[in-house]
């Protein structure tokens, strides 16, 4: 258990051990001060998108940026009806026609803003004629440079190899945008006053979240700690939850983690199913209820089912050991609480594989 005043950030390192750990719990002040000290500049932006009457989105990034481009087109789609498409940054350039239609965007994510893929990838935009929009938490980064316009994470700079204050701090920026443009175009399939509010919550269930599972993951990941396989499967916006959950897992355990769409896995992967491939089950409200076949099957394989939900009652069928998450989000927001327990289990996992979660050997914070 690490020490914590259950504020937030400590500063200075705060008695915690690594800095990936640290970082995980700077998540809810991280949360507050991106919606507070963006706010208008979100407000800004989407006016701007708004006149221009852009119809597609183009997102990108790389490893953890390019999954919170995948949760960030889900929340924009659904809340606008604008069709997006989130390109890993590497393939931007080669997966987009020569010739965009010029009421596109790009949304250009990156945590350092500069890696090389992202800077490519925006410049490929902008030699097409299209507006780019950098979110990054590093102001004057060469991506800024480049973009035509900057949304700010306000996570404080981020040390640790493996991503995780500044992931969420972009999702809460691209829901605050996919709302103000859901209010703007007036096409939000719910109350956007009402999404506000459960998005302004966030801070409040992060910390909850933390709260609440920082010993019980700690115990499960020192009892999983032979573990070299693990399968994560999510659904709607929690698939991005299960690929970014599988790189944390690689990046600070240095195991395969492969994360999948929920139902996908039956289409071949399950294949490799055993008692000695533990999967985490990833299902945030009604995907109790609709994955439970799913769930069902692998459990009837032999293989170890580790649930993480906001509804652990409807679990008891598959495991008596469910992570819990606080409930009370829409499942539109929810991969900013849902990835917090997998964050814990990478960290705790590497700690307990006798390895540094802050540095993994061949990684690099920025590829260059
Ligand atoms: C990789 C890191 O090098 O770059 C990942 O290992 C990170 O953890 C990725 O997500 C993208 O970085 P950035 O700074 O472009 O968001």
């Not at 915690?16 to 507050?32: C, D, N, S, T, V």
């Not at 409930?327 to 990835?339: H, N, T």
Request: net charge neutral; glycine share 10%.
């Amino acid at each position: 258990m690490v020490p914590w005043d259950g504020r937030g950030a400590l500063g200075g390192g705060g008695g915690f051990p690594h800095r990936m750990i640290m970082e995980i719990y700077e998540q809810p002040k991280a949360l507050e001060d991106t919606m507070v000290k963006e706010d208008d500049e979100v407000r800004r932006v989407a006016e701007i998108i708004d006149q221009r009457r852009c119809e597609l989105i183009y997102i990108t990034g790389s490893g953890t940026s390019y999954h919170a481009g995948l949760a960030g087109g889900y929340a924009l789609s659904t809340l606008t009806g604008m069709i997006t498409s989130t390109i890993p940054a590497s393939e931007f350039e080669s997966w987009i026609p020569p010739s965009i239609p010029r009421r596109s965007l790009l949304l250009a994510i990156s945590q350092s803003g500069e890696s090389s893929d992202i800077l490519e990838a925006a410049k490929a935009a902008s030699g097409r004629g299209i507006m780019v929009v950098a979110l990054t938490n590093t102001p004057g980064s060469p991506l800024a440079e480049v973009s035509d316009h900057v949304l700010l994470t306000h996570a404080g700079r981020e040390y640790a190899v493996a991503a995780t204050k500044t992931y969420t701090a972009q999702l809460s920026i691209l829901y605050m945008l996919s709302l103000e443009l859901a209010r703007l175009t007036g096409l939000a399939p719910w109350s956007v006053e009402e999404l506000r509010a459960s998005l302004s919550s966030t801070p409040r269930l992060a910390r909850e979240a933390l709260m609440m599972n920082d010993k019980p993951i700690e115990g499960l990941a020192y009892r999983f700690r032979q573990s070299n396989y693990f399968f994560l499967l999510g659904s709607g916006p929690n698939y991005a939850t299960a690929l970014e959950g599988a790189l944390k897992l690689k990046e600070a355990c240095n195991i395969y983690a492969e994360g999948f769409a929920a139902r996908e896995f039956l289409h071949g992967p399950i294949q490799l199913i055993s008692g000695g491939t533990p999967s985490i089950f990833i299902a945030a409200g009604e995907d109790v209820k609709r994955l439970m076949r799913l769930a069902l099957s692998i459990k009837g394989f032999g293989a170890p089912l580790i649930p993480v939900s906001d509804r652990p009652e409807g679990l008891s069928a598959v495991s008596q050991e469910v992570v819990r998450v606080p409930g009370g989000l829409p499942g539109i927001f929810s991969p900013i609480i849902f990835i917090i327990p997998l964050q814990l289990f990478a960290y705790y996992g590497s700690k307990a594989r006798g390895l540094d979660p802050d540095r993994p050997e061949k990684l690099r914070k920025v590829v260059r």
